[in-house]
C-alpha cells in the first residue's frame, strides 16, 4: 500500500543535542511538507519542497533545518537552536506543490512526537 | 493573511444526535478548503476538498458544504467511531501549503 512512513514514533531529545525524524514517501508525489502540531493548535508549516533538490521555510522555520536529496525523502532536522521542540510533528505530501495546481489534497505520516530528557 | 477559525472547540452527542461543525475562513482567492479527521496520536487522514461556493460533498455519515465564508462539516445520525478530532484547511493563492484550523473535538457516546 502506498503511504507516508514517519519514524520514530517516539523521540528524545537532549539538551544541547540534534535530532532527525524521518519520512519517506512512496505515492510518487513531488510535494513534501513538515507541520508541528500543539495541544489546542492548528498545524504549522515549518518547511516544504516542491521538488528534489528544493525546499523553502514555512511560518516557523527557525531551529529547524530539512534536505531533500531523493523524492521520496524529506529529512527534518531539529537542532539545538530551537528552544521549546516538543511537540507533534507531521509530514505530509501532495501530487504537486505548484500553486497552479494547488487544489490537490495533502497526505499525512502518523507523526512523531518529540519530547526533552 | 489565511486565516481559519473551528467551532466549537469541543461537542459532545449522543449516538444518532445529528449535529454540525464549522469552518469559518478569510483566504486571499480559495484554492480549495479541505476536511480532514485526525484520531489521538495519528496523523490527519483527507476527508473531502471543496473548491466553490455551492458545493457539497458526502460520504457515509458526513456531508461537506461550503459558503464564500465558511465550510460546514454535518455529521447525520453519529456514531462512536466518529468521535475523532475534526480540522479544517485552507489553501489560497499564492501559499504552497496548507492553513489550519485548531480544529472540533467530537465525542459521540453510546
Known amino acids: 500500500d502506498g503511504g507516508i512512513t514517519q519514524s520514530p514514533k517516539y523521540l528524545f531529545r537532549k539538551e544541547g543535542q540534534n535530532v532527525t525524524l524521518s519520512c519517506e514517501q512512496n505515492l510518487n508525489h513531488d510535494a513534501m511538507y513538515w507541520y508541528r502540531q500543539d495541544p489546542g493548535q492548528g498545524l504549522r508549516l515549518i518547511y516544504y519542497s516542491q521538488i528534489v533538490n528544493d525546499f523553502q521555510k514555512g511560518d516557523i522555520a527557525e531551529g529547524y533545518s530539512v534536505s531533500r536529496e531523493k523524492k521520496e525523502s524529506f529529512p527534518l532536522t531539529v537542532t539545538s537552536a530551537q528552544k521549546n521542540p516538543t511537540a507533534f510533528y507531521l509530514c505530509a505530501s501532495s501530487i504537486t506543490g505548484w500553486v497552479e495546481l494547488s487544489n490537490q489534497p495533502q497526505h499525512f505520516g502518523d507523526g512523531t512526537r518529540l519530547s526533552i530528557l | 493573511e489565511d486565516q481559519v477559525t473551528q467551532s466549537p472547540e469541543a461537542l459532545r452527542l449522543q449516538e444518532g444526535e445529528s449535529s454540525s461543525l464549522n469552518c469559518s475562513y478569510t483566504?486571499?482567492?480559495?484554492?480549495?478548503l479541505f476536511w480532514y479527521r485526525q484520531d489521538p496520536g495519528k496523523g490527519p487522514e483527507f476527508l473531502f476538498t471543496?473548491?466553490?461556493a455551492g458545493e457539497e460533498k458526502e460520504k457515509e455519515r458526513l456531508k461537506a458544504t461550503l459558503t464564500k465564508k465558511e465550510s460546514f462539516l454535518h455529521i447525520t445520525a453519529p456514531k462512536p467511531e466518529d468521535s475523532a478530532t475534526y480540522l479544517c484547511a485552507v489553501r489560497g493563492t499564492g501559499r504552497r501549503a496548507l492553513t489550519f484550523g485548531s480544529g472540533t473535538r467530537l465525542q459521540v457516546q453510546p
Open positions: 483566504v486571499s482567492g480559495l484554492r480549495g
Open positions: 471543496l473548491y466553490s
